[in-house]
Structure formats: C-alpha cells, structure tokens
T-cell receptor
C-alpha cells in the first residue's frame, strides 16, 4: 500500500505562488501503473482535480487551471510537486496515486492526508 | 470536458434505510465511473470502481450500477459509519478526470 504525504507552506499571500511537494513511500514513483495527481477541496465544497503527472514527466492539467499550474516529478527523491501561480484559492490540497490497470481499473487508490493552504495577506 | 452531475446534493436518512445516489455524465463514459466516500476531515476512500466493482475491504451493502451516462450508488442498509459525503468520478478520459459535486448523507 502506497503512502503519500504533502508538505509545504500553509499560508500564501494573494497573487503569490503556491508550492507543495508530495513524498511517496511504500512503492516507486517510477511504476508504470500509476499517474500521480493533485486534487483540491475548498472548505465545505467538493473535490477538484488539478492535474496529474507520469513518472516520465508527461503532464495533464485541468483546463480551467492549466495556465496557472505546473506539476513536476523527481524520481530520485520519489516526489512530485505542484506550483500554482497567482494563488487565490484557500483549500485543502491532496496528492494521490492514480492506478490504471486491466479490467477498467482506473482510480485514485491512495491519498495523502491533505494539507490546508490558506491564501491571505 | 466531461461534466459529472450528482443528485441529490444532500439527503437525510435513518439507520437501516436504503439509500440511492445518482451521477450523470455529460457524455457517454461507458463504465469508467468510480465512487468515493469522504468523512469529515479525511481523504476520500474508494468504494466502487468500473461502475459496479467493489473495492477490496468495502462492505457488500455498497453497490454500484449503470453505464453510458447514468449511474447509481446504493447503500442497501445504512449504517452509522456511512454518514459521509459521496463523490462520483469519471475515468473515461484518463489521465484527465472529473469529480461530481458530491452528495452529503446526513442522519435523519
């Protein structure tokens, strides 16, 4: 079972860049069966997929956030990271592993505990 | 982009009730539909994948059905630990995915 842990500042000023890192343990981020994703949840609201990355570095972003988001991977550290420019969105940010396998098995199977990032001056 | 619409957004039910939540996709997604349960302050947990396959360790009172654009999650006999928010998520366009807006199941 994979374990994921988010880390990064809990407070970001408006218009600055939000940066988070997810450390993966219990497995390799270079696995061919996984994408690695970021999902956020404003307080009291629903889940929003931000984007995902494959160990090769291929990235996929939510069209509504694409102009502001960069996701990167560091296979040597078993980590992937999120940068969100022009921060304006207080939310809990989750990192998660997205498994894709035979039999329509395409789902997020392990999640970090989530980290609250507050955007405030 | 594929949009996912859940209904109702919230419901009140009693222990032992049968509960049904629906999820509709804006276009056909075959059976690429997952259901998650989220309790307050916790990360979501996978319940059902591929529309009707029960994730290992999930109680059999949870079931899923549907294909194309219309899907349902059913809890056959609601238990106290089932009070939570439930989300559907489409995997037809992976690695891009979309979540539904959520359905909060509350105690009547």
């Amino acid at each position: 079972q994979l374990q994921l842990q988010e880390s990064g500042p809990g407070l970001v000023k408006p218009s600055e860049t939000l940066s988070l890192t997810c450390t993966v343990s219990g497995g390799s981020i270079s696995s061919s069966s996984y994408y690695w994703g970021w999902i956020r949840q404003p307080p009291g609201k629903g889940l929003e997929w931000i984007g995902s990355i494959y160990y090769s570095g291929s990235t996929y972003y939510n069209p509504s956030l694409k102009s502001r988001v960069t996701i990167s991977v560091d296979t040597s550290k078993n980590q992937f990271s999120l940068r969100l420019n022009s921060a304006a969105d207080t939310a809990v940010y989750y990192c998660a592993s997205f498994f894709f396998g035979p039999g329509r098995r395409y789902y997020f199977d392990s999640w970090g505990q989530g980290t609250l990032v507050t955007v405030s001056s | 982009d594929i949009q996912m619409t859940q209904s109702p957004s919230s419901l009140s039910a009693s222990v032992g009730d049968r509960v049904t939540i629906t999820c509709r996709a804006s276009q056909s997604i075959s059976r690429y539909l997952n259901w998650y349960q989220q309790k307050v302050g916790k990360a979501p947990k996978l319940l059902i994948y591929a529309a009707s396959s029960l994730q290992s360790g999930v109680p059999s009172r949870f079931s899923g059905s549907g294909s194309g654009t219309d899907f349902t999650l059913t809890i056959s006999s609601l238990q106290p630990e089932d009070f939570a928010t439930y989300y559907c998520q489409q995997s037809d366009s992976i690695p891009s995915v979309t979540f539904g807006g959520g359905t909060k199941v509350e105690i009547k």
